[in-house]
């Protein structure tokens, strides 16, 4: 993933470039595929809504050298790590709260065009104003700029939408001299439209905490000679108790809009709010996952 920006003196952005190569998922079927096709750019790549005058989007070329699947939130995982990494490092470098900054960069309510056609445009806009809004509930609750972050701590956030739903996530971290993470505390707010199990929409966002926290840490696959290295959980680990976050907070935003996806949404926020996070704490900042490549653990 490659984006960059060009700001104003205020240093919100005037133009947006982005690019995206990986293997498309379209090989399994295609061995010739090598673009990404439009279902899997449309999950959070060709479409931002942020306040940006100009904004490009591309996609490069990436031959698959082995059997590509899908994950829990497919290409919403690495676009939204991609955008809302760098939406942080934008509000860093402008010296700018990155929650305030996030918030003027959504800007005012207003509908974008998200690439779909026909009904399901009219019956899913894209509202950029229940964004905002998750971000904000998500902040409250979390206390942020309230809380004074004592040495080795931070807190990061991010917001995305995917399956129709908006889920806004604060993390915080506690990192130790070793590189050791330590997660106390996920604050979730979600936009799922009509609700009508909210228990089962708070498992669903915990347990999106608990898988987004595996794949920030963990979560690699090898391949040595056109085999992969990995066979199971001794080899590839999975949060558990001890690294997965202590707390989930869960709040669900009332809502009279069609019911949304649940299942997936809460995933992609996660890893871009764990390395925000650490980037407060630390002053590092990762580019790259899983954070065992980067000296934590």
């Known amino acids: 993933m490659y984006i960059k920006a060009a700001v104003d003196d205020k240093g919100m952005p005037k133009a947006w470039l982005q690019r995206s190569v990986f293997p498309p998922i379209g090989s399994t079927f295609d061995p010739n595929a090598v673009y990404s096709g439009d279902g899997e750019m449309s999950l959070g790549w060709n479409v931002i809504p942020f306040d940006v005058p100009n904004f490009r989007s591309e996609n490069g070329p990436a031959t698959a050298h ?21 939406v942080n490092e934008l509000a860093v470098a402008a010296n700018r709260d990155p929650y305030d900054y996030l918030l003027a960069l959504i800007g005012t309510g207003r509908t974008i065009n998200a690439g779909q056609d026909g009904e399901m445009a ?76 909210p228990e089962m929409v708070r498992q669903q966002m915990e347990g999106a ?37 202590v707390h989930v907070d869960v709040h669900i935003v009332e809502s009279s809009a069609p019911p949304a996806g649940i299942g997936e949404p809460g995933v992609p ?29």
């Not at 995305?160 to 997660?183: L, M, N, P, Q």
């Open 209 to 245: 905490a608990v898988f987004g926290t595996s794949l920030t840490r963990t979560g690699e696959i090898t391949a040595t000679g056109g085999a992969i290295d990995q066979s199971n959980f001794h080899d590839y680990p999975v949060a558990r108790m001890n690294d997965a976050p």
């Open 66 to 86: 082995v059997r590509i699947g899908w994950l829990r939130s497919v290409a919403n995982i690495y676009h939204a790590f991609a955008v809302h990494s760098f």
């Open 122 to 197: 009219k019956k899913y806009p894209y509202d950029t104003a229940r964004l905002r809004r998750v971000a904000e509930i998500a902040a409250e609750k979390a206390g942020w700029g309230k809380k004074k972050p004592g040495k080795g701590s931070g807190m990061g956030i991010a917001a995305h939408r995917s399956f129709f739903s908006y889920i806004a996530s604060v993390v915080e971290v506690e990192i130790d001299g070793t590189g050791a993470v330590r997660i106390p505390r996920v604050t979730t707010a979600v936009d799922a439209g009509i609700v009508a199990n």
């Open 269 to 297: 926020p996660i890893a871009p709010a764990i390395c925000n996070a650490i980037f407060a704490a630390t002053g590092k900042r990762v580019r790259e996952l899983p954070l065992t490549r980067n000296g934590f653990a």
